[in-house]
């Protein structure tokens, strides 16, 4: 499954958003705009904001789900994984606590910190796994954020060695 969760108005409001056409085609016009990061809130710039989610997300794998990539951008996060439970249950589960932990962050409580909704898809065939690998790893380089997606800090493109630590989480 590929997943691509936002951040509460990381989208500009009152404009109109691509409908027409495919839904994989609106979903690519939507993201250009996301890493554009010109509005919206930007907390997952934060390097301690950017770990806290990178934590979650290796917090169930090989549990809940066998992780295959990820990154987490500036307003939002794409990840590609094989669930071993319910996907409405993994996803409800990762933003909660992300969204909890993030606004104690923050310093604020009761605020929305995720979008409601969420895109996911599920994955076909090996060709549409490969292209969309290939999407998750160059996100950060096509937002001009690094010259290579080993470069990124939160990919999982990252080489092993060079990886922050997780911290322990507990939800």
Known sequence: MFFTWRLNGSLPSGREYPSAGSS?????????????????????????MAQMVVDAI???????????LFVVMANHVHLLITPAIDVSL????????????GNRMLGLTGHPFWQDESYDRLVRNEDEFRRIAR?????PVKAGLVASPEGFRWSSARPIANRPQAASLHY
């Open 24 to 48: 994989g085609e609106a979903f690519l016009a939507l993201d250009r705009i996301l890493d554009s990061a010109q509005t919206g809130p930007l907390h997952l710039r934060g390097p301690e």
């Open 58 to 68: 290796h917090y169930r794998k090989g549990s809940d789900y066998e992780l295959h």
């Open 90 to 101: 993994l996803t409800k589960s990762l933003k909660r606590f992300t969204a909890k932990e």
């Open 135 to 139: 999407y998750i790893e160059m996100n």
